[in-house]
């Protein structure tokens, strides 16, 4: 056993070896390289995602999560700023806050401000410490998402009650809800006063004095929302569409199909069209249905879990989660507990992008290329970010306690001082180049132009 496991760690180096040949296996849906001819390599828990076949990156999708990332750091400034008394504080106080906006060095946050001066504003006190606010436009801005948020948080309500629906207790722990909190479009008082505004649908209980967090916990049962969105589409009923809640629907088997979406450099479907045609036939309980009686491993329990995360990704703005935040709910969805596993298997349902420290998924059939095919109000005013998000051209001078004027005269105009970074000079040849670097960052201009550059072609 030792001798196989040496073998085994040095094989990438045999010339022998080099010269194996890849092919897709239809089970697991990645490509997996021929050793001999009875021993293959599949996935085991050891398995990196990075180490996938470059050719199974869709670059589109790369470029999407870049944009939202970016779009959801500087609103996350934005959102920290907005929360302080007089909306300013110390830049070093916001440096803090690297973590949970999950910007690696050598990146800094002072850098992010000064590439976002039409919403950020830095000015140095007379001690020399910088200070950081927003400008007007940054501050309409968050007024307008606040709006958004409570015109669409009956919507909202009603995702996080089917979320609900489908755990096993009828309920779920706030602080795990918490986390998807901007991919649902919840306010930023979700757990204090939010959760309480639809005592129809759910409340709040404690397992006992000392718990602080509490679960969200499910009222009562609405056979109106018991509907995947794929029984909506295929009973052609709009997403928006306003339920008749006197319908009695009992969750049970179904038989749709998912909607699959290769990316176009996947040449080989055709070869296993048989097996993905098998699998789109099989039966499958509902998301709403109990599942506590399938058996863990099982080809129904598989198919089901497929279900769970295409209805999750549905309920989210973006089509896209965060699967850290996803491997909270494996018990209480009865998810596998290999979950990455499951997501890779069925690529053309799902996409992993492992760019950054945290993995992303999205729904493939939600996208075309980088864009996202419906837009809601809450994506749109994401991408009106972004659009203000960078510049080109001289920096402007930080404003100090003694300046009396707060640029530098230099005979440009603000616009040529400071414009959207959305020009044409970087191509998709070289945008490619970065991402198969992994764990990069791209810059905000990176990432502008690879998004305009797609939306053109």
């Not at 007089?86 to 850098?111: A, F, G, T, W, Y």
């Not at 602080?212 to 509907?227: C, R």
């Not at 009865?334 to 499951?342: H, T």
Request: net charge neutral; hydrophobic share 35%; proline share 4%.
């Amino acid at each position: 056993m030792a001798t196989t496991r040496r073998v085994f760690k040095l094989a990438p180096m045999s010339n022998t070896l080099s010269k194996a040949t890849e092919h897709l296996d239809p089970h697991f849906g990645f490509y997996v390289s021929t050793w001999s001819k009875n021993q293959h390599r599949f996935m085991t828990s050891s398995k990196r995602v990075q180490d996938r076949s470059k050719n199974k990156r869709i670059h589109d999708l790369e470029i999407a999560k870049e944009k939202w990332k970016i779009a959801n750091r500087v609103i996350f400034l934005m959102e920290t700023l907005k929360n302080e008394p007089e909306m300013v504080m110390p830049v070093r106080s916001l440096e803090q806050n690297r973590k949970q906006m999950s910007l690696p060095k050598p990146h800094s946050i002072s850098d992010l401000l000064r590439k976002c001066p039409k919403l950020f504003e830095l000015y140095k006190d007379k001690n020399g410490v910088l200070w950081c606010g927003m400008t007007k436009k940054a501050e309409d801005l968050v007024e307008e998402e606040q709006r958004i948020i409570e015109e669409n948080e009956d919507k909202v309500a009603e995702y996080v009650t089917r979320f609900l629906m489908m755990s096993v207790d009828k309920r779920l722990r706030l602080d795990k809800i918490a986390h998807f909190r901007r991919d649902f479009g919840l306010p930023i008082d979700f757990r204090t006063n939010w959760v309480h505004k639809y005592p129809q649908y759910f409340k709040v209980v404690k397992r006992d004095e000392d718990d602080e967090i509490g679960f969200l916990e499910l009222v009562s049962w609405n056979p109106a929302w018991a509907i995947t969105e794929l029984e909506k589409r295929a009973m052609g009923m709009g997403v928006n569409e306003v339920h008749d809640h006197s319908i009695s629907h009992n969750p049970g088997l179904l038989s749709l199909p998912f909607p699959l979406k290769f990316p176009s450099t996947y040449k080989k479907v055709y070869r296993y069209g048989g097996k993905i045609e098998h699998f789109q036939k099989r039966s499958y309980l509902s998301p709403y249905a109990d599942a506590r009686g399938l058996k863990a491993g099982s080809l129904e329990f598989d198919k089901r879990a497929v279900a769970v995360m295409h209805e999750l990704l549905s309920f989210t703005i973006e089509k896209r989660l965060v699967t850290d935040h996803l491997t909270h709910f494996r018990w209480e969805l009865v998810m596998p507990q290999k979950l990455m596993r499951l997501l890779l298997k069925h690529f053309g349902i799902f996409y992993v992008s492992e760019r950054g420290k945290r993995f992303s998924v999205f729904l493939t059939e939600a996208y075309e290329g980088s864009k996202l095919i419906e837009k809601g109000p809450l994506v749109l005013w994401k991408e009106k970010v972004l659009s203000l998000a960078g510049y080109r051209g001289k920096k402007k001078k930080i404003e100090t306690y003694s300046d009396v004027s707060d640029t530098e005269d230099d005979g440009l105009s603000e616009d040529e001082h400071i414009r959207v970074q959305l020009g044409q000079e970087d191509t998709m040849g070289s945008l490619e180049d970065t991402l198969l670097r992994d764990n990069d960052e791209m810059e905000i201009g990176e990432v502008c132009n690879a998004y305009e550059d797609t939306e053109a072609s």
